[in-house]
């Protein structure tokens, strides 16, 4: 295959294109770099939360202009909304390195927070795990297990505004969140 071209192959139950026709996909770039930027912002936010109020995530949803986490945590007021902003613009400016990598499942496992990484959410037929990777690999501000799409370091994600957040239940906050 040469480079630059990517393979889809196609739900065989459906109708689609005559088997040698070329197609031409398009990539949305701006699109696509919303959700790169807001899916790394939510990874710092994740990461934020946790540390700062022990609350882990339980659901996300990325937009190319906006997104929201749900997480693990009673009530956040306006002072909380304010120190998580400030600690997610304080990571953003550090403009730390994003990597992205596979590791063994076994090693995952065996060598990863479960909090945080999640891994037993996955099927078992699942043998190789993409690990995202933020900071300092001997000291990471954040890793986790992640098929998502990313920007390069920190400083790309730009600032980070959180524009509010809803009870989502007796021991659930949603935050939503955008990055300018």
Sequence with gaps: MSAGLTTHVLDTSREGPAEGVEVTGVVDDDRRTGHERHHTA???????LLSEFDAETTGNQVYADRARIDCAY????????????????ET??????VRWYELDR???ERDLDPERTRIDLLPDSVTEVRIVEIG????PFD???????????TG???PV???GRETKGPDEERVRFCVR
């Design 136 to 139: 300092d690999p001997a000291d």
């Design 42 to 48: 939510q990874h710092l936010l994740s990461a934020v």
């Design 156 to 158: 790309a994600v730009g």
């Design 74 to 89: 009673p009530r956040f007021d306006g002072d909380d909304l304010d120190r998580i902003e400030r600690r997610l613009n």
């Design 92 to 97: 953003v400016d550090r403009d730390l390195p």
């Design 106 to 108: 076994e090693v995952a």
């Design 143 to 153: 890793r986790t297990a992640c098929a998502g799409t990313h920007v390069a370091s």
């Design 161 to 163: 505004k959180v524009t």
